[in-house]
């Protein structure tokens, strides 16, 4: 299988090349030339077995291909369970891996992949990483204390919630941290801007693990296939899919497990107050926006990146409409569907996935619906604590965490800023 940017076609590389260069040198994002189609009902029924089947294709003739199935069982060691919310209504709950959110499933995959590779070729690699919340934690917990690695994570300063900045800088050795004076769109521009930097490449080998990395999103579609042949078996019907959107990264796997063949009706994204999306699918007019800040962080994205791969595969509106929908979701809204969900159901949810169970009660009552949780809710206990006055729990892998020191920098949305800080504190040079 090849892969060629979004915006020329005329290089054709490999999967592993695509991992490591994350973006392309045009800036545009590696997409497969073509989707392969899978037939569902063959899949295999344990999730590391059936995400090698489903990504494998994507990595026919790859060096790594001999090696995938044995990085499939190293990434996905945690569970993916479906939650019964009522009849015909299933919860996905991605978040049990170890820093408690489903970006969990991507940075593991891509760590063991660039691992295999960096072993092959002995190279030392410098992976940049903008995060808007669980990016960074996921990526820099995948790597810590990987060889031939360093990991530079830029967050924005003081927009993540206490817990979640402590996942992006409680590591250390190779994992350096910086506060960005800055929104997360700030964040992922010094890391677009890195990469076709001069001095930055002169002393770095680069590599990006953002949501923006193939790595990324193969495992994300994979889960789609696993969630949904589970659904069907259950149900005997194809869900609607609602997942709690930013960047597009996992929604991307979702309409990619679809176009391969997965039993889903549609895909809604359910967006924050941050609402480029959904005005696109009216309007037809990409207009990007500065972000604004809401109680569901980890999708405070103006500008998503993977809208240039959705819109490369639908150039045609209305054939994208027909896969997706979107919807906005006001912070009253999260804060009174967290109250209502738990009074109803019982169950504790995250802002995040909040904003997805506001969608189906307002828009697809009585349709059969899968609602993607995302994170942990123990990870937003400042949001959610006052809501519900209960405890909610920690997972053990949170708590291990949570006790340690944390230390990062505090730097200027400047990209000469950043490249000192990377300097002054790299591990490795080129
Ligand atoms: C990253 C994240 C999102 C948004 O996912 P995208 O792939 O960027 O659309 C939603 N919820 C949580 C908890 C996240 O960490």
Redesign the pocket.
Known sequence: MKFVSTRNSDEKIMASEALKRGMAPDKGLYVPINIPIIRFKSLPDSFSDLSYEVIRPFFKDDILETKLKDICKKAFNFDLPLINLEHEVDILEL?HGPTA???DFGARFLAECLSQLQTIEQKEVTILVAT????GGAVASAFFKRPFTQVFVLFPEGRVSKRQEKQLTCWGENIHSFAVKGAFDDCQDLVKAAFINSKFNQNFLLSSAN?INLGRLLP?MAYYHYATKNYLKKWNKKPIII??????????GAVWAMEMGAPIKKIILAVNENKTIPEYLDSGEWKPKASVQTL?N??D?GN?S?MERLTHYFPNLNDLKNKISSYSVSDNEIRSTIKETYLKYNQII?P??AVAENIRNRYFKNNPVMIVA??HPS?FETVIQPLLNVDIPIPKQLADVLCRKSHFEIIENNLDVFYKACFNSSTQKK
């Open positions: 978040f959110a489903f970006k808007s919340g669980d990016t949501s994300q997942i709690p959107s930013g960047n597009l990264g996992n929604a991307l569901a980890a999708m994205v998503p993977n995250c995040h996935t995302t994170a990870k």
